[in-house]
């Protein structure tokens, strides 16, 4: 079966702008997170829906944001982007919550 | 309380051998606790994962080892092989929170 997909794989932005990822979970799942990884503060929880409802947020500011469609695919946005936002962001996705979470590969976003 | 304390933050072990990783937690109310494997450029994949109900989940070549008292769990690779080679993060999960806290991380180099 097809896995979690996220596009675009790799995004170069400027300091300011806006930016928009989309994950698309594997069939079925209904559960979607979204985490920052880096390698100054490793894997970061941003937030986490479930049949389009947000669960939980993570510490991250108001400039991060995200949503989840009636088919459960999701995106999430970041604007007024600043140099620290690279990273690569990760989406994961399961049936019903965070245990047997399946992570797609990630978009990689520089912010230059 | 909500802090995963992951340890070594490097291991380098010769083929054929065992690598031993430990994690700590705080927080009591976890109650499920993964270990993801990550190689370069891909998501992490889950690999492993326990529920504070049992001591030891053994699958394959993987062996995790939980200590509820100590608030502590080990990831036991055994006959290491170097495409084992990888970055290890585990996790702790409280299904209130419906959000993973991961640990910073090992990276596994396994010598031939």
């Known amino acids: 079966k097809a896995g979690v997909t996220q596009t675009p794989r790799y995004l170069i932005k400027t300091r300011g702008q806006q930016v928009t990822l989309s994950c698309s979970p594997i069939s079925g799942h209904r559960s979607v997170s979204w985490y920052q990884q880096t390698p100054g503060q490793g894997l970061q929880f941003l937030f986490e829906?479930?049949?389009?409802?947000?669960?939980n947020k993570g510490n991250f500011p108001g400039r991060f944001s995200g949503r989840q469609f009636s088919n459960s695919r999701s995106e999430m946005n970041v604007s007024t982007l600043e140099l620290g936002d690279s990273a690569l962001y990760l989406c994961?996705?399961?049936?019903?919550?965070?245990?047997?979470?399946?992570f797609g590969s990630g978009t990689r976003l520089t912010v230059v | 309380q909500q802090q995963v304390k992951q340890s070594p933050q490097s291991l380098i072990v010769q083929k054929g051998g065992i690598s031993i990783i430990n994690c700590a937690y705080e927080n009591t109310a976890f109650d499920y606790f993964p270990w993801y494997q990550q190689f370069p450029g891909k998501g992490p994949a889950l690999l492993i994962a326990i529920r504070p109900d049992v001591s030891e989940k053994k699958e394959g070549r993987f062996t995790i080892s939980f200590n509820k008292s100590a608030k502590q769990f080990s990831l036991h690779i055994m006959d290491s092989q170097p495409g084992d080679s990888a970055t290890y993060f585990c996790?702790?999960?409280?299904?209130?929170?419906?959000?993973?806290?991961f640990g910073a991380g090992t990276r596994l180099a396994v010598h031939p």
């Open positions: 996790a702790s999960l409280s299904g209130g929170y419906n959000k993973l806290i």
């Open positions: 829906y479930f049949s389009e409802t947000q669960r």
């Open positions: 994961a996705s399961s049936l019903t919550g965070p245990d047997g979470y399946t």
